[in-house]
């Protein structure tokens, strides 16, 4: 079986974080227990057939004594490309007072508006002055 664009993301994150682990000289085991998730989640997502949210990205950031957007990017959650767009995506995973499903939706939205936007930036070149703002006021009649 195949694995999809998401498969191949999760994978590599694995690899990046077992040799993390093995650079950092911890166990499984010891690197579970710090980040706060259990052994057998820790190897399913170092094997490639979980995707952890970026809650427990952060938590096994920290463990690792290494960047949690490096983590991110590597998860596919963040965009090394994006410019700017990363910081609004940094301040939504960073807000501790939102819920992980909070975070998630609000990530969506924003990718959603940022595709939406892309998709119309070369129909809006097209478009006269006055289509674009509706209440643009002129002096006709």
Known sequence: MAKGKV???VGSLGD?????????RLSLRQLADQAGVSNPY??????????????VLQQIAKA??????????????????DGLAGSVE?????????TERQ??????VYASFLA??????????????????PNHVTNEG
């Open 7 to 9: 498969g191949k993301t």
């Open 16 to 24: 990046y974080l077992k040799e993390q682990r093995l650079s950092s």
């Open 42 to 55: 820790l190897s399913q997502i170092e094997r490639g057939l979980r995707k952890p949210s970026a809650e």
């Open 64 to 81: 690792l004594r290494i960047s949690a957007e490096q983590l991110y990017i590597r998860a596919g959650i963040l965009n090394p490309e």
């Open 90 to 98: 940094l301040a939504i995973l960073g807000d501790a007072v939102l």
């Open 103 to 108: 975070k998630q939706s609000l990530l969506d």
């Open 116 to 133: 939406l936007n892309a998709a119309e930036a070369p129909s809006d070149a097209a478009e006269e002055p006055a289509q674009k703002n």
